[in-house]
């Protein structure tokens, strides 16, 4: 009984640096501060590797979702209208190669959004309630029709994207316009 006793308590105390007391530890060994030493690095890879799982969980997950990755039409836009003008738009890392749309209200028309970046990237024009998201590589294609004329700010919604440049214009002209003489 009492050398179970004794014998657990070595155990403890040699499991434990911080509880060691009376043995000859030179004092730049012994820790201070009630944390044992060797918890400094153990609660940085922690603390690493939380930060990377919680990047990954928020950059990379979402948008590797597999349906995203089998459907033509994602995010919140129509699915793209055979036969309708269709507006190229390229996504690059980070810009799109195109800083205005033009169209004309009333008409339907089709947007076919090309990500040739590294990342995630999407298209949204929030007032519209239009979104198409496109994987590194991608193509996707969804069709739109505004019917109020004016200006509409088109972006990538990606933290970050839109400040650094993936940010346009897409140019809703009133129809009947022919009298301009457009390009
Ligand atoms: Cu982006």
Not at 34 to 39: E, N
């Given at each position: 009984m009492m050398f179970e006793l004794t014998a657990s308590a070595l155990l403890v105390a040699a499991a434990l640096p911080g509880v060691r007391q009376g043995s000859p530890v030179p004092p730049e060994d012994a820790p201070r501060g009630?944390?044992?030493?060797?918890?400094g690095p153990v609660v940085g890879i922690v603390a690493i590797a939380a930060l990377v799982i919680g990047i990954r969980g928020g950059a990379v997950t979402g948008p590797m979702m597999p349906g995203h990755m089998s459907s033509s039409a994602t995010g919140m836009a129509a699915p793209a209208i055979e036969g309708a003008p269709t507006m190229d738009l390229v996504a690059t890392d980070l810009a799109f190669d195109r800083e205005t749309l033009t169209v004309t209200a009333g008409v339907p028309f089709n947007i076919s959004l090309v990500n040739e970046g590294r990342v995630f990237h999407d298209l949204s024009i929030a007032e519209l309630d239009f979104m198409l998201d496109a994987n590194a590589g991608q193509q996707v294609a969804g069709s739109l029709v505004v019917e109020q004329p004016g200006t509409y700010v088109f972006e990538c919604s990606v933290p970050g994207h839109a400040n650094a440049g993936m940010r346009g214009t897409l140019v809703v002209e009133a129809a009947r316009s022919t009298t301009d003489g457009g390009a």
């Open positions: 009630g944390r044992p030493a060797w918890l």
